[in-house]
């Protein structure tokens, strides 16, 4: 989807604001990262989770070039500051929490405690009742 479609879909109500803005962070990243002139201009703990995001993506969207979910575009979505829809990994985070996070400390977002060890990102479902149901890669 380009940024015509998404400004379309958010006139027409199917997507919100926010997803525009997270398209157009995701695609001014991708074109940062993949350059050798200005891929200094991520900051490196942002640049350390994209790496981490690639590499744990789902291969099905990764083969497809867009997410399964959400259709958004592949890699660019996983430079946007928001979490995967298929719960691939966590939204994007500080520098301390992932300063943290790297070191083992668990994270809660959108519904799961994610784990990091040794740049695999592992999930657990968290569910109403706050019992933990371990979700496989």
Known sequence: MNLKNHLINFVKGNVSLKDVWYYIQGNIRYKLYYSEKYSKFIR???????????????HEC????????????????????KSCAGACYPKMM???????????????SD?????YVEGIISKRNINNNNK????EK
């Open 94 to 108: 500080n520098k301390k929490t992932w300063l943290a996070f790297r070191r083992g400390m668990w994270l809660t």
């Open 111 to 115: 519904g799961y405690q994610w784990l």
């Open 132 to 135: 933990v149901n371990y979700v």
């Open 62 to 81: 990764y083969n497809k070039g867009e997410c399964i979910k959400c259709g958004c575009a592949t890699t660019a979505l996983q430079m946007a500051s």
């Open 44 to 58: 490196k703990h942002i640049k350390h989770q994209i790496d981490v995001r690639i590499k744990n993506m789902n």
